[in-house]
Nanobody, 121 residues
Framework: QVQLVESGGGLVQPGGSLRLSCAAS????????MGWYRQAPGKERELVAT???????NYADSVKGRFTISRDSAKKKVYLQMNSLKPEDTAVYYC???????????????WGQGTLVTVSS
């Protein structure tokens, strides 16, 4: 079983900061891409940021310059540092990991349970 455990969500005022963490565990041979997605009420889930095994990053235009994604490959963890938060950042944030396991070719993916981030004054 492969599992992702997220933490760090909560209530923060506009302009504030928050750091999300995600830890992967289980039968993981290697990890390709780790990322964060979010889903606001009444909206579709959207990509926030991703980071590859080579530390190449990609950000949604809406968070570029404010959010920073990073990973600790040895610990199988990914983080999302969120600064200058805006009310429109309010959403449930989901961690996603693309990985390989023994006995199967190609990549599999797993999602975290989601952590709620609320930006409000």
């Amino acid at each position: 079983q492969v599992q992702l455990v997220e933490s760090g969500g909560g209530l923060v005022q506009p302009g504030g900061s928050l750091r999300l963490s995600c830890a992967a565990s289980g039968s993981i041979f290697s990890i390709n891409t780790m990322g964060w997605y979010r889903q606001a009420p009444g909206k579709e889930r959207e990509l926030v940021a991703t980071v590859t095994s080579g530390d190449s990053t990609n950000y949604a235009d809406s968070v570029k310059g404010r959010f920073t994604i990073s990973r600790d490959s040895a610990k199988k963890k990914v983080y999302l540092q969120m600064n200058s938060l805006k009310p429109e950042d309010t959403a449930v944030y989901y961690c996603n990991v693309e990985y390989r396991t023994w006995g199967r070719s190609g990549y599999l993916e797993v999602w975290g349970q989601g952590t709620l981030v609320t930006v409000s004054s």
